[in-house]
Each structure stands twice: as structure tokens, then as C-alpha cells.
């Protein structure tokens, strides 16, 4: 059976409250505007929509029948989490995903990733460094691991390097590393890049140790951090 009430105002009788709907029954509300005093919203302003942009109103039992908002991103048990133009954001920078497991590994615990630039810093040995022209660094951080690239084109005199040194990788180091390099400008000579442990200071240099004067170098190195 349907039946339709029509009225301007429900108000309830002195001392008691209203109840609408017994348990099990479904109530719905049309589309329109619903207005809720602030009252009745404990720290909220007045809202007039059900739903708005990242929250529901739902009916809080515990508060005698008043209602709440409630983040959309606390509904499936993601608490610490909201979705951000279809992105997942955690409410804390150090929270983080497990991959591959469907238990707490820590060893598979994904809590970092960053992407970006930084400012390269020069020497040489066993020559002068008279310009450094065109320097550029990138690289990508994967929770405890990190990927440099590097490079500038160097103008030496008063003999040959030795090494060439880059000495401002985003990150120190956390244990020794190789990587390769690339002479692209004279010689077209494949370079051995390396990082010490505790280092934030790139190694460049020929593998045969006889190095190029003026030199137009590349690099890149993975390497381990903390």
C-alpha cells in the first residue's frame, strides 16, 4: 500500500522525540534541499545537501538521533586516506603501500616516491676547472633506493684530470655504488661513475684511469640511501 502525507511541520510532543519509520523499514529522501541548523551538527556550519563534495551526512545513534558528516574517505575502513582528483592521499607523509603481500611486511612496504631536480657542484683533479657550462641533475627517489642523472660540459687547463667529481647528489649514500658514464662532446668515451659509502660526492672518471681534458659528461647512478 502507498499513502502520501502531505504537511508544513512535524513537531513532537512536549518531552519526547519523534520517530520516523520502524527497524528494517527503508527511508528515502527525495532529491530537493534538506536545510540542518547548526545545532544539530556538532562542529559543522549549516549544510542544505546530503552530500557534498568529500562527505556524506549520516545519522549518528550515538548522539540521539542528530546527525553527522562523515569523510567519504573513512567509509571502507580507509581512515587515514582520501582521494584527491583521483588520487590516493594519506592523511600522514609516512604512510605508505604493502606490495605483493596481503599481510604487514615491511620489507614490502612501499612509503616513498619523489621525483625532481637538483643543483650540480663541480671539481677536478689533477687539473685546473675553469667553466662549467650546461649542468643539469634529475632523479627519482623509490622508497630507499635512488636513480641520478647528471651531467655539464667542463673546461679544464693546466694538464689532464684525473677525475672529475660531482659533488651534490640529492642523497648520501648508504653503502657503495657504480654506475656509467658518457663523454659525448671530444671522444665519445664510456666513463666509470661510482659513489662511496656515506657519500653524496659522484665519481667520474675513464676505465682505462687516463682521463679527457674539456669534457662533456654524463652520468648515472643508482644507488642505496637510508
Request: hydrophobic share 35%; charged share 10%.
Amino acid at each position: 500500500m502507498t499513502s502520501e502525507l502531505k504537511v508544513d511541520k512535524i513537531t513532537p510532543a512536549s518531552g519526547t522525540n519523534t520517530q520516523i519509520g520502524e527497524s528494517g523499514d527503508t527511508t528515502n529522501l527525495s532529491a530537493g534541499t534538506v536545510t540542518l541548523p547548526t545545532s544539530i551538527i556538532t562542529g559543522q556550519t549549516e549544510k542544505t545537501s546530503l552530500v557534498d563534495a568529500d562527505k556524506f551526512l549520516i545519522s549518528d545513534s550515538a548522539a540521539s538521533g542528530a546527525f553527522k558528516y562523515v569523510q567519504k574517505s573513512n567509509l571502507g575502513g580507509l581512515s587515514n586516506w582520501s582521494e584527491n582528483s583521483g588520487n590516493l592521499l594519506p592523511s600522514d607523509a609516512s604512510y605508505g603501500i604493502y606490495l605483493g603481500v596481503n599481510s604487514a611486511t615491511a620489507s614490502n612496504l612501499l612509503d616513498d616516491y619523489e621525483t625532481g631536480t637538483f643543483g650540480t657542484a663541480w671539481s677536478v683533479t689533477g687539473a685546473t676547472l675553469n667553466a662549467v657550462n650546461s649542468p643539469y641533475g634529475a632523479y627519482t627517489k623509490i622508497g630507499t633506493m635512488v636513480i641520478a642523472n647528471f651531467g655539464a660540459n667542463i673546461t679544464t687547463s693546466s694538464g689532464t684530470p684525473t677525475q672529475y667529481q660531482m659533488t651534490a647528489l640529492p642523497f648520501q649514500s648508504d653503502g657503495a655504488a657504480i654506475g656509467s658514464g658518457f663523454e659525448f662532446g671530444q671522444t665519445t668515451t664510456l666513463m666509470l661513475c661510482n659513489v662511496a659509502d656515506n657519500s653524496s660526492t659522484a665519481v667520474i672518471r675513464k676505465y682505462d684511469g687516463g682521463n679527457i681534458a674539456s669534457a662533456y659528461l654524463q652520468a648515472t647512478l643508482v644507488y642505496r640511501v637510508d
